[in-house]
């Protein structure tokens, strides 16, 4: 299995609303990695996890919480969203965080619009 | 020091042509150099990548070429095909503080005339 699952894959929410965006990958990675996509934009890295620990978070606003319940699971909190975080939200895997291989597979992504 | 610069914004190849995608970096210490390919509404694949020991690395009609000393390396697709057109990204990351973080390129649009 060499894929990165994400769920929904569209989501529409209000600026009041909470939701979870989900993403599993089964290749026994080890980092984790959450990227926003503007149109027409290369993505940026929002979070990475390590082992299950978050290693990097990007100055991202409070609004994002990231979860990494187990190896294999990836979750992104959202809450009180701005209409600006509109995007696609992708997830990402690799074997390791660094060194060795470095290859990262992303998702298909989930399209977020906050209206 | 942190940037990957992309070039051209946009391509428009005929079918059959060869398709060029340029990239430069700065920071000396990246040691692994991605491209990927995302059509719309999808995301990210990687395509092919390079480490600096070697030159050039070909896989089926893609080719990176790396020129450590000029720090520039450039994607090429041969006999390029309509199903090619999508956007590709080079990306570089590495170096003695390697956190993982992969420094993507503004992208280019290539779109393949049948």
């Known amino acids: 299995d060499t894929e990165v699952t994400q769920t929904p894959k569209h989501l529409v929410m209000g600026m009041t609303n909470k939701k979870s965006l989900k993403c599993e990958q089964h290749m026994g990675h080890r980092a984790m990695y959450w990227y926003k996509q503007k149109a027409k934009k290369p993505p940026e890295l929002m979070f990475v996890?390590?082992?299950?620990?978050?290693?990097i978070n990007e100055s991202v606003p409070s609004r994002f919480s990231p979860e990494c319940p187990n190896s294999s699971l990836l979750n992104l909190h959202l809450h009180a969203l701005q209409p600006e975080d509109s995007a696609l939200y992708l997830c990402?895997?690799?074997?390791?965080?660094?060194?060795?291989?470095?290859?990262?597979?992303f998702g298909p992504g989930t399209r977020l619009t906050v209206l | 020091q942190q940037q990957v610069k992309q070039s051209p914004q946009s391509l428009i190849v005929q079918k059959g042509g060869i398709s060029i995608i340029n990239c430069a970096y700065e920071?000396?210490?990246?040691?692994?150099f991605p491209w990927y390919q995302q059509f719309p509404g999808k995301g990210p694949a990687l395509l092919i990548a390079?480490?600096?020991?070697?030159s050039e690395k070909k896989e089926g009609r893609f080719t990176i070429s790396f020129n450590k000393s000029a720090k520039q390396f450039s994607l090429h697709i041969m006999d390029s095909q309509p199903g090619d057109s999508a956007t590709y990204f080079c990306a570089a990351s590495g170096g003695s503080s390697n956190t993982g973080k992969l420094i993507f390129g503004q992208g280019t649009t290539l779109q393949v005339k049948p």
């Open positions: 390079i480490r600096p020991d070697v």
């Open positions: 920071n000396t210490a990246f040691d692994y």
């Open positions: 996890y390590s082992y299950e620990k978050l290693s």
């Open positions: 990402a895997s690799s074997q390791v965080l660094a060194g060795g291989s470095n290859e990262q597979f």
